[in-house]
Nanobody, 120 residues
């Protein structure tokens, strides 16, 4: 059974950078749409970024709060997606999850999450 495993989280100062990775393992993985989400303490989980593989390449979409600072990418050969996070702010502190979208259009496969903490 396919599993998603995130890594790369940690503690960083304001203005710093982190690169999150999410690897799909345990079977054949052919999802064309992946996403990153985050959940801060006491808050609901929120969308961060998505990447969709199309016939002409890939399309990314970002939440307004991270646009221009975060970049999502994908290495299809390695079944891995990345989230490069630059100019981090304390409000970016959260548990970050990657997820895969099904053909029905719902995110039905989730990783266990990785903690990102940005100190002021």
């Amino acid at each position: 059974q396919v599993q998603l495993v995130e890594s790369g989280g940690g503690l960083v100062q304001t203005g710093g950078s982190l690169r999150l990775s999410c690897v799909a393992s345990g079977g054949t993985f052919s999802r064309n749409s992946m996403g990153w989400f985050r959940q801060a303490p006491g808050k609901e989980r929120e969308f961060v970024a998505t990447i969709d593989i199309t016939w002409s390449g890939s399309l990314t979409h970002y939440a307004d709060s991270v646009k221009g600072r975060f970049t999502m990418s994908r290495d299809g050969a390695k079944n891995t997606v990345f989230l490069q996070m630059n100019s981090l702010k304390p409000e970016d502190t959260a548990v970050y999850y990657c997820a895969a979208k099904s053909s029905a259009g719902q995110y039905d496969l989730w990783g266990q999450g990785t903690q990102v903490t940005v100190s002021s």
